[in-house]
C-alpha cells in the first residue's frame, strides 16, 4: 500500500496549511493522492469502502468516491469528469469524493499522437473520457437498480434511481446505495449498459461549484511541494551555467558534505543534488558547490536564432503541407500583371512554462520497487523512465498523483522526477526534490520560437485567389517525435497548426514549412503551435481585410460561408460584443477567429475573440475581451468560462511580456523579475459565450489561447496604425 501523504508543515505547528484545517470544517472527505487498493478498501477516515468498478467505490453509509485518473493543473477535470459519472451512475452529488487514481489500462488512453498511457494534456480529458466513464456510471446504476429490486421484491423495470437510491415507483419505497453494496458488489458488470437519455441527466450540463476548491482554500489540498512521508529528506538542485551542460566532478564535495544538516552530495547526470535535513539546508550548501562542469552542445545566441529563420524564409528547400490548386501560378500571373499582392513576415519566440509551483517530486527507491508522489502529468511516462535506468518492472514503479500548481505541458517531462529518484537511490531514503525557479526557467522544455510569411493575391473582390503560407523555425515534432515527423513527409504539425488545414475558402493554398535545427530543449505548452501559427494567420487575415476595406467580421464571414458551426461562432461572439453598433469614443477593437484542432484530430472546437481597448498617455489599456466558444456539449458551464478566462490571461502575459533569449550558450531569463506575468489591474473584464450545441463534448483548455495575440494586434493597429507582427508586442500596457 502506499505511504500515507500528509499536508505539508506537519512539524510546524503554527504553519498555515495547519492553522486553516484546525480553524475550518473540511468539506467531505480528505484531497488525498491515492490509488484504488483491493476490493475493500479503507478511505482516510477508515470507513471501508467496496469497488464496484474501476471507478466507483461506495461505503454502507452510501458515501462515494470516484476515481479520476487524469491530473488536475487548474482546468477543472477534478470536478467535470466526476460529474459526467455521477450523473449516469444518479449518485447523490452532496456525498461524493474524488481521488486520484492510477496504474490500470481503464485509465489509459491513446491520443495526441502518444502511445497508450496515463497521461494528461493536449485538452483531451473530456473528449477521451466522458463515454468511459458514462459507460462506468450506468454499469453502477444498473447492479444498483438490480440489487435494490431484488431487496424491495419488484421487478428492475418497477424501480427507478434517484441520488445514491432505488426507488419503487407504485409505492414510493426506497432503499440506499450504501444498504445494497454487498448485493451489488457481487453482480456481474455489463460491458455495454444503457445509458441514460439526454432528458434524464441531472447534473451534466449544471453550473456546479469545483469540488477541489474547499481544500484548496483552506490548505488541505496536497500539491507535489507538500508532501511529506516518513522519513523524508529534501534535496536542492544545480545545473549548469550553460544551457545542456553537464557535471564532471564536485570540487568541494567533502567541504559540503560536512555543512550542518547535509546527508549527501550526488552527482546526476545532468545536474548535482544536495540532500539534507530540510530546504533550505541543501539550498544554502548548493550554493556553496564548486562544480566542474562540461559543456553540452550551445544554443547560439538570440540574434542569430532569428538571422536564421529569416533566410530561412527564402529557402527553396521547403517541406510542402498542403497543396490545393497551383497558388505559384496565381502569384506569378499577378506579379507579371502587377496584380494586388499582400505579403507579410510574422515571428514568434521561445517561451517557458513558468509555473507558479516549480518542479518537485518525492521518491522512495526501495530495493524492488519505486515509489513516487508529485504532480505529475504523465504517470505512465515516469514508470516508463524510471523503470528504464532502474531496471525494475514499469509495474512496480508506484506513481501517487497530487495537485499540480500550474503545468501548461511541463510536468509531462519527468526530468524533475528523476532526479529524486536518483537522490533516494544514493541516500537510501526517501528523497523529496525541489528545482529552483531559476533553474526551472533556465532548464526548461521550450516551446519553439518561429518565423512566417504570408503572401496572398486578391482577387478584384478583395478576397484571396492564392494564398502561401510558410512557417519556418526548430520542429518540436522533429526534436521530440521524429517519427511523426517523418511520416508525414518532414513536415511539422504542431508548426502549422490551424494552417495546413486551413479554414478559410481560398482557390489556390500552398502550406509548407522550413526545419531550422537549434540545440534547445523543446516540448509540449498549452496550445503548443497554435499560439505562433493562428497568430500569423489572423494578423494576416486582419491584414487583408484592411486592405480590401471590409470589415473583418465580414471578411471572415465570406472566407467561411461554407461552415456553420464557425459562423455562428462569430456571429454570437458579434452580438455579444455588438460589433456592429458605435462604439464609445477611444475605444478600440480587434477580432481573430480559430478553429482549434486537437492533436490527431481528436476533436474540433470553434473559437472567437474581440478585444476592446484604449490608450491612456501612450499605453494600452485593455477593458474587455469577449470570447465565443463551441466546444460541443457542455458538462459543466462554469468550468468552461474559467478555462477561457485563465486561457485569456496566459494568452495576455505571452503577448505583451513572455520571451525566452539565449547569449553565450545560456537562457538570460531566471525569474518572474525578468520573465514576468501579466498585473492583476492589467487583466480585462472578460465575457464568454459559450454557444450551445450537440456535438459531443470538445476539448477546451487551450483553446482560448490562439486567437488572442492577433486580436489585441488588431486593435492596437486601429488606435495606433502600427502593424506590430512581432511577440512579445512592441506596446506597453497601462
Known amino acids: 500500500m502506499p505511504e500515507r501523504v500528509h499536508g505539508a508543515g506537519a512539524p510546524q505547528r503554527d504553519s498555515r496549511r495547519d492553522f486553516l484545517k484546525t480553524g475550518l470544517a473540511i468539506a467531505g472527505c480528505l484531497v488525498l493522492p491515492l490509488a484504488f487498493g483491493e476490493q475493500v478498501s479503507a478511505a482516510e477516515d477508515g470507513t471501508r469502502f467496496r469497488e464496484i468498478n474501476d471507478w466507483v467505490r461506495i461505503d454502507p453509509d452510501g458515501h462515494t468516491i470516484i476515481g479520476l485518473s487524469q491530473a488536475e493543473v487548474g482546468q477543472g477535470v477534478y470536478t467535470g469528469l466526476p460529474q459526467v459519472l455521477a450523473d449516469e451512475m444518479d449518485a447523490d452529488w452532496r456525498r461524493v469524493s474524488v481521488q486520484f487514481v492510477t496504474g490500470r489500462d481503464a485509465y489509459r488512453i491513446a491520443a495526441a499522437n502518444e502511445h497508450p498511457q496515463q497521461f494528461v494534456g493536449a485538452s483531451m480529458s473530456v473528449t477521451m473520457f466522458t463515454q468511459r466513464l458514462r459507460i462506468a456510471g450506468a454499469q453502477a446504476r444498473e447492479v444498483f437498480l438490480a440489487a435494490g429490486a431484488r431487496r424491495l421484491g419488484v421487478r428492475p423495470t418497477q424501480c427507478a434511481t434517484k441520488t445514491g437510491r432505488v426507488i419503487h415507483l407504485q409505492t414510493g419505497r426506497s432503499v440506499g446505495y450504501g444498504e445494497l453494496l454487498a448485493d451489488a458488489a457481487k453482480l456481474p458488470l455489463n460491458p455495454q449498459p444503457r445509458l441514460k437519455a439526454e432528458s434524464a441527466r441531472t447534473l451534466i450540463g449544471q453550473p456546479l461549484h469545483k469540488l477541489d476548491a474547499p481544500a484548496k482554500v483552506n490548505g488541505s489540498a496536497v500539491f507535489g511541494i507538500d508532501v511529506q512521508v516518513p522519513g523524508m529528506l529534501t534535496g536542492a538542485v544545480k545545473m549548469s551555467p550553460t544551457l545542456n551542460g553537464k557535471p564532471v566532478a564536485v570540487r568541494n564535495r567533502d567541504t559540503v558534505r560536512a555543512l550542518a544538516g547535509v546527508v549527501e552530495v550526488v552527482q546526476a547526470k545532468d545536474a548535482v543534488i544536495v540532500v539534507a535535513n530540510t530546504y533550505w539546508q541543501a539550498k544554502k550548501a548548493c550554493d556553496a558547490l564548486d562544480v566542474q562542469w562540461e559543456d553540452g552542445p550551445l544554443p547560439a545566441d538570440g540574434a542569430t536564432i532569428l538571422a536564421q529563420r529569416k ?98 505541458g511541463r510536468k509531462y517531462v519527468p526530468d524533475f522526477v528523476i532526479h529524486a529518484a536518483v537522490a533516494s537511490k544514493a541516500v537510501g531514503r526517501p528523497v523529496k526534490v525541489i528545482r529552483s525557479r531559476e533553474d526551472d526557467i533556465r532548464h526548461g522544455f521550450y516551446r519553439p520560437g518561429v518565423s512566417a510569411r504570408m503572401r496572398a493575391v486578391l482577387g478584384p473582390d478583395g478576397y484571396p485567389s492564392a494564398m502561401h503560407l510558410r512557417v519556418v523555425g526548430q520542429s518540436l515534432y522533429w526534436s521530440i517525435k521524429r517519427d511523426y515527423f517523418e511520416k508525414a513527409g518532414g513536415w511539422d504539425e504542431t508548426m502549422l497548426d490551424g494552417l495546413y488545414d486551413l479554414g478559410y475558402s481560398v482557390p489556390d493554398l500552398l502550406v509548407d514549412s522550413v526545419s531550422v535545427d537549434q540545440q534547445i530543449p523543446v516540448s509540449f505548452m498549452r496550445s503548443v503551435g497554435s499560439t505562433s501559427s493562428v497568430f500569423f494567420l489572423e494578423s494576416f487575415i486582419n491584414e487583408l481585410a484592411h486592405a480590401a476595406r471590409i470589415d473583418p467580421l465580414d471578411y471572415r464571414r465570406t472566407l467561411l460561408r461554407d461552415d456553420p458551426l464557425a459562423l455562428r461562432v462569430l456571429d454570437r461572439t458579434a452580438a455579444r460584443a455588438n460589433w456592429t453598433r458605435k462604439r464609445a469614443a477611444g475605444v478600440y477593437r480587434g477580432l481573430a477567429y480559430c478553429l482549434y484542432t486537437g492533436r490527431g484530430g481528436a476533436f474540433t472546437t470553434y473559437v472567437a475573440t474581440i478585444v476592446e481597448l484604449r490608450m491612456v498617455e501612450g499605453h494600452a489599456k485593455l477593458e474587455r475581451v469577449v470570447c465565443g466558444v463551441d466546444c460541443g456539449q457542455a458538462i459543466n458551464p462554469t468550468l468552461i468560462r474559467e478555462m477561457v478566462e485563465g486561457g485569456i490571461g496566459f494568452a495576455l502575459t505571452n503577448t505583451f511580456k513572455s520571451e525566452i533569449t539565449f547569449k553565450d550558450g545560456a537562457v538570460v531569463q531566471e525569474n518572474f523579475a525578468d520573465y514576468p506575468l501579466l498585473y492583476l489591474s492589467q487583466m480585462p473584464r472578460i465575457e464568454v459565450e459559450i454557444v450551445e450545441s450537440d456535438r459531443a463534448p470538445q476539448g477546451c483548455g487551450e483553446v482560448a489561447l490562439p486567437p488572442v495575440a492577433p486580436a489585441v494586434a488588431a486593435a492596437l493597429h486601429e488606435a495606433t496604425g502600427a502593424r506590430l507582427r512581432t511577440m512579445p508586442l512592441d506596446q506597453t500596457l497601462a
Open 311 to 408: 533566410a530561412a524564409l527564402m529557402s527553396s528547400n521547403a517541406v510542402v503541407a498542403t497543396r490545393i490548386g497551383d497558388a505559384s501560378v496565381r502569384f506569378d500571373a499577378a506579379q507579371s500583371a502587377h496584380g494586388r499582392v499582400i505579403e507579410a513576415d510574422y515571428h514568434t519566440p521561445y517561451i517557458v512554462h513558468a509555473t507558479m509551483e516549480p518542479v518537485n517530486a518525492t521518491v522512495h527507491v526501495r530495493e524492488h520497487e519505486i515509489e513516487v508522489w508529485g504532480p505529475v502529468q504523465g504517470q505512465d511516462k515516469v514508470r516508463w523512465a524510471l523503470s528504464a535506468i532502474f531496471k525494475v518492472p514499469s509495474e512496480k514503479v508506484i506513481v501517487n498523483t497530487t495537485f499540480l500548481g500550474g503545468s501548461f
